[in-house]
């Protein structure tokens, strides 16, 4: 069984930084699209950035300049690297397969205020 475990959200102002990581259990990891999901109250969860096994990347438009993602296969890790946070980025924050295919971790939470 697939495991995912979030970890490195917290309360930043905006303009402040945060490094989200992902650990991956039970999977051909290095074989996956890994992506990053966020969920803000009352809005559905929606796809924020996705690397493939050959490094290629996404983002979503409102992220892109200020996110960066990134993947260690040794460490059978994926991280979110956020810079510029605004407080439109507070969400919840999810890894998964890119067109989710594991269980859902509990994922990470981010606040962004003053």
């Known amino acids: 069984q697939v495991q995912l475990v979030e970890s490195g959200g917290g309360l930043v102002q905006p303009g402040g930084s945060l490094r989200l990581s992902c650990a991956a259990s039970?999977?051909?990891?290095?074989?996956?699209?890994m992506a990053w999901y966020r969920q803000a109250p009352g809005s559905q969860r929606e796809l924020v950035a996705s690397?493939?096994?050959?490094?290629?990347?996404y983002y979503l438009d409102s992220v892109r300049g200020r996110f960066t993602i990134s993947r260690d296969n040794a460490q059978n890790t994926v991280y979110l690297q956020m810079n510029g946070l605004k407080p439109d980025d507070t969400a919840l924050y999810y890894c998964?397969?890119?067109?989710?295919?594991?269980?859902w971790g509990q994922g990470t939470q981010v606040t962004v205020s003053s």
């Open positions: 998964n397969t890119y067109g989710p295919s594991y269980p």
């Open positions: 039970g999977s051909r990891f290095s074989i996956n699209v």
């Open positions: 690397i493939t096994s050959a490094y290629g990347t």
